[in-house]
T-cell receptor
């Protein structure tokens, strides 16, 4: 089983709609979580950190469910520019050198 | 701010040739990383460094060497390139454990 798993998609979303997807992780002691965005094999860019209480950044909402070991990302009012691959990133408790574990990504395609 | 800069952006090599990829960061980050990303796969860690003069193996280190002689630079070397090393290479850096990584814009390497 992979340490970090994501549904590869694609999630086809009409412009203006809401889309949500999850990322599961296997290490229950994982301590830090992030969502990155990657466009067409360009470099990954940090979208947002994920906090225990959940957090929002504009149209994006991230949630952490420690009991079920997953994080989620919800995008409201989807824009064409939201089309990208969203990478889930987890820092496991045992990673003493700042190594991150990346999911393979969830592709989102926003259509007009 | 330049952030993380990778050189070169593109390169084509013949099997057996050698080359060095350069990563430079101007954020005074302690930790630096080299990843490769192949179609349909997530980022895989090749080597990393937790400070000037230190290096360590990641998930897929075979066929690569690295050096971190200066804090701001992290070099990735291919001594004898093989077609299996055709990939997109990303360099990243961060301040330390638990912190998100900042990525360079990648080096696209093809080995014929």
């Amino acid at each position: 089983r992979k340490e970090v798993e994501q549904d590869p998609g694609p999630f086809n979303v009409p412009e203006g709609a809401t889309v949500a997807f999850n990322c599961t992780y296997s290490n229950s002691a994982s301590q830090s979580f992030f969502w990155y965005r990657q466009d067409c094999r360009k470099e990954p860019k940090l979208l947002m950190s994920v906090y225990s209480s959940g957090n929002e950044d504009g149209r994006f909402t991230a949630q952490l469910n420690r009991a079920s070991q997953y994080i989620s990302l919800l995008i409201r009012d989807s824009k064409l520019s939201d089309s990208a691959t969203y990478l889930c990133v987890v820092i496991p408790e045992w990673a003493s050198w700042g190594k991150l574990q990346f999911g393979s990504g969830t592709q989102v395609v926003v259509t007009p | 701010n330049a952030g993380v800069t990778q050189t070169p952006k593109f390169r084509v090599l013949k099997t057996g040739q050698s080359m060095t990829l350069l990563c430079a960061q101007d954020m005074n980050h302690e930790y630096m990383y080299w990843y490769r990303q192949d179609p349909g796969m997530g980022l895989r860690l090749i080597h990393y460094s937790v400070g000037e003069g230190t290096t360590a193996k990641g998930e897929v280190p075979d066929g690569y060497n690295v050096s971190r002689l200066k804090k701001q630079n992290f070099l990735l070397g291919l001594e004898s390139a093989a077609p299996s090393q055709t990939s997109v290479y990303f360099c990243a850096s961060n301040r330390g454990q638990g912190q998100p990584q900042h990525f360079g814009d990648g080096t696209r390497l093809s080995i014929l």
